[in-house]
């Protein structure tokens, strides 16, 4: 018999489709501009000028890492808070009201980003409409006001989501007193605390400074201060997009392996470890710059090395669980347990390679934290190839992957094309692994990421193999992640569509070998958690900040602002960044 | 709470390499003494760069014995100086800083590498034993234009680098029957004592003679050539020494109105070098002047 979300929810099972559905929109964009930016930078196919590759940067970061990643997850969430509680938010409006605000806040962003490919980009509240600022938006760099804004209304909507949920919660607390919270929820709960706690950094920046600055309120910005505050958010929104991975891993994957989760207590304790650790982290991405002390650098990296245990206890519990689910399945032996799970079943198949690519991304990811390594890699294209592992991969496989198995359970329609889906996940693998092992190379001899076009008038010191190799890599790598994508979407709108079917998925997820009571209550205590978080984070952050502040000035000294408006003529350049050369 | 022994085992081995991981990064500190960038240098805002002591002229000095400084200003979309020339066998610190947006500094092929923030001044010192050219990119998005910015960092051969700069004091037209006084100066931007030939060449009359300047000062070398001897007309002069040359051209007219210009350094503590070709035995190693 199976259990369908769609029938017991409808409602709920409308805004999560909502949500996937702008996931999906963004996906489709943002894929499009990656294939773009694979073979402008290598050089193989240009017909963009250089200028607009930056409006295509800009959509690229904008609309997978915002738009993709976190409807997706809004969604996946609000169906693990539901399906786990059993418990309907309380009021529809509030649900709608946070889609609408994201959905609004995405707009505004797109129309923002979009309009800096026009020839003449029109004025809209005294600039014009551009964005040419990437997604980490630097100042003195300046977006058109809109863009701002629009990621203000973006981050008031996931506020509103994350109040949601806890409403939920609260609600079915008070309905079940004493009652452990169920795995999903706690997920769900724990990130939120995180992501609270960690964007308030950007929306500081935002509201304090950026906003202000576009409406010339304040005079100027302290660069560093700002992009302080943004990495204040951006190590922890890392985590953010990797958790609803996490999430799939620990509570679909198993069951898809034919098992159960191995310990439902070691899943809580990595939740907690990423709600006290993933913020008081940010400034490894500021190993380069100036202006911060060493001593702050080497707290960061000291921090990062510990948020290496979440995630080195979720490869343990994931595998466990896998082999556990093998077992079942009449699998045996050391390694030849494998062979017994379900390849063939895209859902698991995409989520199993995307955990693989992530161990491997992970041990990059340690380079990138190895602080004095940093000067190695830093801004090079090793840094691409370490977010496509990662969050191109282990959160967007997973996500896809996740979507074969959800989706149905969504529309009560039954998967099209299962085996065009495992052909889809294994070409996702196959792109990624050239795209990325390229990236990472050419990282390593300092080939700068970034760059529309990095051939300069000196050669690189390639060492084994060529530059022509590598670039050929970039292109094969990011044409086989675009057809993996295409192919993705094919499959999803030709299930929505496959209206009179009867889907084959079971949405139940069987309790963990080692459940909840093997824990203590208080991993349950989520005020705990949040406050020890808030210590931390005022810890680690309150004397950088201060001397961040007390070296450049709240508002910097004499710093300009350089609208992006990205031209063709070269000659244009240097008015419209208003540069004097001397 | 329960945990599998397995789990145990994990557990302990995750922390084992975690703090490994550690070690290592501090042994790279403490132990090699790779220092990060940090907040040591005092910042300076854009608008002060052109009346900073540091940044005002952006440049190569020589600090001691093999040690260098170099004050890089990063902008949209240069960096300056350009190129930045230094000896091998130095130990060479970098102070970048930026006019404009955020940019990047970088050498590909090194461990150069920094960020280079409107406001502050990133501090990075590297050593570089053999001689090479490299390039100096920008590796953060600074706008339009951002993929042009380059430049490049030349490590020259010791007993090839030299930081010689030349001024030529000569007049632009003399009387015929004149004679015609050329004035170099050369001054010496390193520390130690420079030794180095200067060339000059007046028409077809070529001459070179041997100097020796004290760090951080400058000689003057003057030539004097009789413009009977070049004959009425347009000449052209070249002074060239290590790797600076100045060149123009003297009117040798019939009028007697010439302009006589003033010395160019006037500041300077200068030992006069008068090579005079009527003189043969301060012309020693003279190539022939008639
Ligand atoms: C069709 C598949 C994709 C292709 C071909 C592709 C290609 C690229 C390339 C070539 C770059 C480097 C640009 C540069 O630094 O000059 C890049 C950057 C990036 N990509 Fe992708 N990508 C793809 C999918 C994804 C996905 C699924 C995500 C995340 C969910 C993602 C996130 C990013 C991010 C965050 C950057 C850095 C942007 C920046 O530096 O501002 N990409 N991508
Ligand atoms: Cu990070
Ligand atoms: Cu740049």
Known sequence: MTRLFVDEYPGQARLVRAAFLNSFVALAIGATFGLIQAFHRTDIYRFLPSPDYYTVLTGHGVFLVISFVIFFLVGLFHWAITDSLGQRPSRAWLSWGWYGLMSLGTLIIAASILGGFMEEPPEVLGAPLSADVLFTFYAPLQANPLFYLGLIVFFAGTWLAGADWFRTWLTWKGEHPGKRIPLPAFMVLTTMIMWYLGSIGVIVSLVAFLVPWSFEVIPGVNPLLTRTLFWFFGHMVVYFWVLPAYLLWYNVLPTLSGGRLFSDPLARVVFILFVLLSTPVGIHHQYMDPGIAEGFKFVAMTNTMFLLLPSLLTAFTVVASMEHGARQRGGAGTFGWIRALPWKDPAFTGMALAGAVFAFGGFTGIVNAGMNINYLVHNTLWIPGHIHTQVGTATALSLMAGSYWLVPQLTGNRLVGRRIALFQVVTWFLGIVFMTNAMYRSGLFGVPRRTAEPQYSFEYDVGIGSMGELNAQIALGGTLLFVATVLFLGVMLLTVLNRDSEPLVDGTIPPALSGPEDSPRILDNLKLWAAIAIVLLVLAYALPLASVIQGGGLHGQDIRPYPVVLVDAVQHAGTILGVPIH | ?290
């Open chain 2, 1 to 290: 709470m329960r945990i599998h022994t397995y789990e145990k085992l994990w557990l302990a081995g995750s922390f084992v390499l975690i703090v490994g991981f550690i070690v290592t990064v501090t042994y790279g500190s403490v132990g090699l003494g790779i220092d990060m960038i940090g907040e040591e240098a005092d910042g300076v805002s854009p608008d002060e760069i052109s009346s900073d002591e540091r940044f005002s002229e952006p440049r190569v000095e020589q600090v001691g014995e093999n040690e260098y400084e170099v004050y890089v200003v990063a902008m949209t979309f240069i960096f300056q100086p350009d190129p930045i020339e230094v000896p091998a066998n130095s130990e060479v610190t970098f102070y970048v800083t930026s006019r404009d947006v955020i940019h990047g500094f970088e050498v590909p092929g090194t461990n150069i590498n920094s960020m280079a923030i409107p406001g502050q001044v990133a501090e990075l010192t590297v050593e570089f034993d053999e001689p090479g050219t490299y390039g100096v990119i920008c590796n953060e998005y600074c706008g339009p234009q951002h993929h042009t910015m380059e430049g490049s960092l030349v490590v020259t051969p010791e007993w090839e680098f030299s930081q010689t700069e030349l001024e030529v004091d000569a007049p632009e037209s003399v009387a015929q029957g004149d004679e015609i006084d050329l004035t170099a100066t050369v001054s010496n931007g390193l520390l130690e004592t420079h030794e180095s030939t200067v060339n000059v060449t007046i028409g077809s009359q070529t001459t070179e003679q041997s100097i020796t300047v004290d760090g951080e000062s400058s000689e003057n070398v003057s030539v004097t050539v009789d413009s009977d001897e070049l004959g009425p007309g347009e000449h052209d002069w070249t002074v060239s020494v290590d790797d600076q040359e100045e060149s123009g051209t003297i009117t040798v007219g019939n009028e007697t109105d010439t302009t006589e210009s003033v010395p160019a350094s006037v500041g300077t503590e200068t030992v006069s070098v008068t090579m005079n070709p009527a003189d043969p035995t301060r012309a020693s190693r003279g190539v022939g002047y008639p």
